[in-house]
């Protein structure tokens, strides 16, 4: 069975279903500058709507990018806190639609 909402794949083959804050906050402190540089999060369905990713600088830090085409965004940032990162992806992707997540409104009787 694949993720509810979302999977976490690394260049090395790590994928996660679903991850939690802490779980990619440790998929991108596993990040290497040699066989292990970038980890790609996006809904577990065909055609995605948005994906964001995290890769490795040359120089240091991380590149994080993230795209949506339903809401025709597509930010490409730098960072050097994987805390923050972590902490941004998770707030950044609650806020993306999924279609078999339920939305949160009440019916009134």
Known sequence: MGATYYRAESESGDHVDDPSEDMLFMLIDDLNDSDNTFVVIQPDEDDPAWFTSVAVLDEG???????????REHDVLTETSIDRIALDLTVWMAARAFPRRPTGQTSQI
């Open 61 to 71: 830090g991380y590149e994080i990018v993230r795209r949506d085409t339903n809401r």
